[in-house]
């Protein structure tokens, strides 16, 4: 197998996270432009390799065996003004520039309402896929649009030579990116987010420095970046989607659960209260543990292996399946 230019073979993996685990990738490569992601896209075809599509790595576990396929970092840390009649109130932003990255971009700028990003690791592209959110902000609040591409649909190869056909490029409006809690279409559909087109307003410097500073502090205060994680390992509970939705509080945003009163917030409750509940604070796994200072988080603490964190994540699940007949959906991407 001939290799093209740029790609790396037996890469760990855990040094691409934020969890700090996993095994090699057979195949890994760092992109930079639209050229050379066809151009890797078309490669793997030809070989019949899988690919994997990596951000900053902040949501995800790699398997302890690692990779088979082509791992593809996305590095378009690319940030551009709209320079029409609309005062730049619009700007396009490369899906590879890390979200500490772009909050030091609208310091710089005056961009205010993007203050609640301060403290995720991850990716602009990371952030549209899964539909981040925190501090009752979600980033579907503030995109106009994504441009996207088809990684199995070929554009029109009229006039051109195979490889030089490339694939379909697709933007997305608002709409037909159908995001929802933690949920977009190309969690569904796979295709490849390159850029977004993000709304912006002017506002105080001061007040954006000291939000953001705030943010931080919170985060700081409990612990959350002690030790490596992937954050949220599951996705919070929908009240309306279980059978306590009859103990639905809204006037009050409350819920009876086992006797208990618990707070809702925007419809929903906290997964690691439930977890909590089940006893499973603290507990460990080899080197994994779900946290003490949030029980939906779980740590890598004493070089964890992946099959550490499954053995807690299905542990979670089991145990909150028997005591609340709750179903937890995974929020992190497990790649095996």
């Not at 793997?44 to 994997?52: E, G, V």
């Not at 320079?83 to 909050?103: C, D, H, K, P, Y």
């Not at 929908?238 to 925007?266: A, C, L, M, R």
């Amino acid at each position: 197998m001939k290799l093209i230019k740029g790609i790396k073979q037996n890469i760990s993996l855990k040094d691409y996270t934020t969890f700090k685990i996993g095994g090699k990738a057979k195949y890994f490569i760092e992109i930079k432009n639209l050229k050379e992601l066809k151009q890797v896209l078309q490669w793997a075809k030809d070989n019949h390799l899988p690919f994997f599509i990596l951000g900053n790595g902040s949501n995800v576990l790699f398997s302890d065996d690692g990779y088979r396929g082509i791992v593809i970092k996305i590095n378009n840390p690319t940030l551009k003004k709209n320079n029409q009649s609309v005062s730049w109130r619009t700007i396009l932003v490369g899906a590879g520039l890390s979200l500490g990255e772009f909050l030091q971009k609208c310091v710089r700028n005056n961009w205010v309402g993007y203050e609640w990003l301060a403290g995720i690791p991850g990716t602009i592209g990371g952030a549209i896929y899964g539909n981040a959110g925190a501090f009752g902000n979600e980033t579907k609040n503030f995109v106009k649009k994504v441009i996207a591409l088809n990684p199995k649909k070929p554009a029109s190869t009229r006039g051109a030579r195979r490889r030089e056909a490339g694939f379909q490029i697709k933007h997305y409006s608002l709409s037909q990116c159908k995001f929802g809690y933690r949920e977009s279409v190309f969690k569904k559909n796979k295709d490849i987010i390159w850029e977004a087109e993000l709304k912006v307003k002017k506002g105080k410097k001061q007040d954006i420095q000291k939000n953001i500073q705030e943010n931080w502090q919170y985060k700081i205060q409990r612990q959350m970046f002690r030790y490596p994680s992937a954050g949220s390992v599951f996705k919070n509970i929908i009240i309306k989607e279980t059978s306590y939705d009859q103990f639905y509080d809204k006037k009050n945003q409350t819920v009876k659960i086992k006797n208990q009163i618990i707070p809702v917030k925007g419809g929903k409750v906290s997964a690691g209260w439930f977890i909590e509940k089940c006893g499973l604070k603290g507990k460990i796994h080899g080197g994994a543990k779900i946290s003490d200072f949030h029980t939906n988080v779980i740590i890598n603490f004493k070089k964890a292996k992946a099959k550490n964190v499954l053995f807690l994540i299905n542990l979670m699940k089991k145990s909150v399946w028997k005591k609340f007949k709750i179903q937890l959906r995974e929020e992190i991407i497990i790649v095996r």
